[in-house]
């Protein structure tokens, strides 16, 4: 095929080996313009679709080339817009070097999404938020289908990074390798300014980066989720909740680094009321530093759950089952500088085994707590008690070593059984 044009750069990457378009519609930045183009079988070449001056509204020109559907392909540049883009059904992939921003005063949406729609590449997306008091950066509605967004930084929104409307039940949302921050400080706490929330079917988040977010940086309902090596650093409030929206649900946060939440708790699991109970989540291997003033790991409702290999830094608390519940395993983690409990258990059933707790309050705390077991746990230099059943019964505390603590064990159920412990 011979095409008989100089291409500019971003056409000899839309190309394949044998001179078939990679893209269906593109959008590129030329001597002062914006300019839209799409793929034309009959001619064999892109024709230009839309054209304005660069930076007045470029948005209405990246709206033309979504509006083609399939595979959409945007070129380096700075992008203003003046008005929310919709994508619907549609392949993004971004060069790198491409940035979309709000306009001043603008206070929409950046981005609205329906269908089936994939974001990817080095792009920035940018809320402007010190011109913008409202606006979601990417916000998924009713008719979402699934949403990819893979490789993105999401940049100083007004309200909230992504959102899945909180009424979607079928659908898959999928966030992997992004960049999301509010400010290039710590901000302060801002109601609803969560990096990525809402519910869906599925939600998958994976690799990404949320810093100096001014709530939660995940607040999230959904019957599938897995959050998995993510960081999170600097938010006044928690660094993340999520709840699920049926009790077949299956819940896994593992991997992850939370340093620097000014208060609430690092990991949150569970709903705040008992309308879906918790069964058979995991929170596994993840790093938890610098809690302002509430737990590092937090479950309620919680059924079968496991919380294992966790370690544990400077919280006032380290690890809370709380409220109803039962035949939780809390195992072989790791918690130290802790100001007020390493392990704290409000039900029963729990097996708590193989932990290691440094310097707490209290090292582990039973209330209102029956037939748990108590394992091989070491616990070191507690302020108070080494292993309190502050309230309970039934409960088993056998091979425990409790090392410098002001008192080693303390136990008030006449049935519970306490042997083999170092003291």
């Known amino acids: 095929m011979s095409f008989g044009w100089s291409r500019d750069r971003w056409e000899e990457y839309l190309f394949d080996r044998v001179g078939q378009p990679l893209a269906n519609a593109v959008v590129y930045q030329a001597k002062g313009k914006t300019i839209a183009k799409v793929w034309s079988e009959q001619r064999e070449r892109f024709k230009r679709i839309a054209q304005k001056n660069a930076g007045v509204n470029d948005a209405e020109v990246i709206q033309k080339a979504l509006d083609v559907g399939g595979k959409v392909f945007i070129a380096k540049g700075t992008y203003i817009c003046s008005q929310t883009i919709k994508m619907k059904d549609v392949v993004v992939e971004f060069e790198k070097g491409v940035e979309l921003k709000l306009g001043n005063g603008v206070n929409a949406d950046l981005i609205q999404v329906a269908g089936t729609v994939v974001l990817k590449g080095e792009v920035i997306l940018n809320g402007n938020n010190a011109n913008n008091g409202s606006g979601i950066l990417i916000n998924a509605y009713d008719s979402i289908e699934k949403l990819v967004v893979d490789g993105l930084t999401l940049k100083y929104y007004p309200e909230r990074g992504i959102r899945a409307l909180e009424t979607l039940t079928h659908n898959k949302v999928v966030i992997r390798n992004c960049k999301i921050y509010y400010s290039e400080t710590l901000p302060e706490h801002k109601a609803g300014g969560w990096a990525i929330s809402g519910k869906s079917e599925y939600l998958l988040v994976e690799n ?11 607040n999230y309902f959904g019957d599938i989720i897995r959050i998995s090596n993510n960081t999170i650093k600097n938010t006044p409030d928690g660094g993340l909740h999520v709840a699920p929206i049926s009790e077949s649900a299956e819940i896994v946060v593992e991997d992850n680094h939370i340093e620097n939440v000014q208060s609430n708790k690092g990991i949150g699991v569970g709903t705040d009321d008992s309308s879906v109970n918790l069964y058979n989540a995991r929170v596994v291997n993840n790093y938890i530093k610098d809690v302002g003033d509430y737990s590092a790991i937090r479950m309620q409702y919680a059924y079968e759950c496991i919380i294992e290999k966790n370690i544990i830094d400077g919280c006032p608390d380290g690890i809370v089952i709380a409220l109803e519940g039962s035949g939780n395993t809390i195992a072989n983690n790791r918690i130290r500088n802790i100001t007020g409990t390493g392990i704290y258990a409000r039900n029963n059933d729990n097996v708590i085994e193989g932990n290691v707790i440094d310097s707490p309050n209290n090292g582990i705390q039973l209330y209102n707590a029956y037939d748990n077991i108590v394992v091989g746990n070491r616990v070191k230099n ?19 070593n409790v090392r410098g603590s002001a008192t080693g064990i303390s136990t008030v159920g006449t049935n519970t059984v306490s042997a083999n412990n170092i003291t």
């Open 382 to 400: 507690a302020a108070n008690i080494g292993i309190y059943e502050q309230s309970g019964d039934y409960n088993v505390i056998v091979a425990n």
């Open 208 to 218: 990404c980066e949320m810093i100096n977010i001014p709530n939660d940086a995940i």
